[in-house]
């Protein structure tokens, strides 16, 4: 009896804890989406990172310690695989829509997506991206188009967004033809400062902003494999996205790892590595913030959907080699990254060489992992649809979805 009357106040205590921790606001919320980012490419990363100290294992990354785990199905309303826009609209607005469309539900009728929800509940917002932002995922949160694909009217509705923060280039700034004038005149006229890369983010910091990475013509940020040192990372824009949006009212960051998806489609493994481990240290970044409101913050890992149906392990052996991509990351000043993604004999020959299996160079329609720490982190736990998540999202932040 008496050993049942402690079970039963541990019991008790740990639903108060649990309670208590449920009742806590998200005041802080950051969602990282892993474009194409299955639990095969974080395990190919782990596996990496254990071989690279010279053992066999699994080592670590940040957002893989996080306490809750879920996963995500990822289907659109259109086809059994998901694309980018069908999926980053899935996430931010949390209405399913056909492959190929943006913001807009199957219908073709716009859809409000929770960035906008947030800051109309008087939040900051930051939307920041490693590709182009006016791509998919990130555009999936402030745009409206039948068709992804229309980059410039898609970047045209950014500036009248009022988010405070924006992190990377644009995709066709000047029009498919490039004859319409420059997006960052109306993005200027919009009132935001556009900074190119962190010394004039530092001169030009102000209320609102487009950070973009340093030198690329195309104003996207380079490959993790290869960059040089003074170039622009996705950890440096949510340092930089946390000086801008940080205040008493709280803010919502989404920053996608866009090249974890561009390397698998290329069947690129230590191209998948490299840009999951850039994106954990954005997530370092994040967690470091965490650490000093723990109670206020809410951190998600997640991905859109898995690209490459990639696998650790190639035909027979039960085994891996992943040190093969010693000799690209070793010579990696002298390697041209974008060449070595588009050699596709080469890519191939040292993914076998690796004993690493590619099943696509698209997209596949299984589940995504989903990591979470901090305020509301516990309603991402067990099987959930990506379009949950930003109900949870609001859930967690008191916010009306
Ligand atoms: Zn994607």
């Known amino acids: 009896m008496k050993s049942f009357n402690r079970l039963l106040a541990v019991t008790l205590a740990l639903l108060v804890c649990t309670a208590s921790f449920g009742a806590r606001k998200a005041k802080y919320v950051f969602l990282f989406i892993g474009d194409g980012m299955g639990f095969s490419h974080v395990a190919l990363t782990e596996a990496y990172m254990a071989q690279e100290r010279g053992v066999i294992g699994s080592d670590p990354l940040t957002f893989t310690q996080f306490p809750v785990l879920g996963m995500a199905t990822t289907y659109s309303a259109s086809n059994p695989i998901t694309c980018s826009s069908a999926a980053g609209t899935a996430l931010a607005t949390g209405t399913k829509t056909k492959n190929g469309m943006l913001g807009m539900d199957p219908d073709s009728l716009p859809l409000k997506s929770i960035a906008y929800k947030i800051h109309e509940a008087g939040r900051k917002v930051g939307i920041m991206s490693t590709v182009q932002v006016n791509h998919a995922t990130p555009a999936a949160f402030y745009g409206h188009n039948i068709k992804r694909s229309n980059y410039y009217p898609i970047a045209l509705e950014l500036p009248k967004t009022g988010f405070e923060f924006f992190g990377g280039g644009f995709l066709h700034p000047n029009g498919k033809e490039k004859d319409q004038p420059s997006i960052y005149d109306a993005v200027r006229a919009g009132g935001y400062e556009v900074a190119r890369g962190l010394d004039e983010f530092e001169a030009k910091k102000r209320d609102k902003i487009v950070l973009t990475a340093l030198r690329n013509p195309d ?14 990372t996705l950890a440096q824009i949510v340092a930089a996205a946390i000086e801008v949006l940080d205040n008493n009212k709280g803010f919502f960051i989404m920053a996608e790892g866009g090249k974890i998806d ?112 901090g305020a509301g982190s516990e309603d991402f736990a067990g099987r959930m649809d990506n379009t949950d998540i930003p109900r949870k999202i609001c859930k967690a932040m008191k916010i009306k979805f």
């Open 219 to 232: 104003e996207v940020l380079p490959y993790a494999l290869g960059r040089k040192d003074d170039d622009l």
């Open 262 to 373: 561009y390397s698998a489609h290329s069947n690129d493994a230590i191209g998948v590595i490299t840009e999951t481990i850039d994106m954990d240290e954005a997530v370092k970044v994040a967690l470091k913030f965490y650490e000093k409101h723990p109670k206020e913050t809410l951190i998600i890992v997640t991905a859109d959907h898995e690209t490459g149906g990639v696998s650790l392990g190639y035909k027979k052996g039960y085994k891996y080699d992943l040190t093969v991509f010693d000799e690209i990351t070793e010579n990696v000043t002298t390697t041209d990254v974008d060449k070595y993604m588009n050699d596709k004999v080469v890519l191939q020959e040292h993914s076998q060489k690796a004993g690493v299996g590619w099943t696509t160079t698209s997209h596949t329609g299984g589940a995504v992992p989903v990591w979470a720490i």
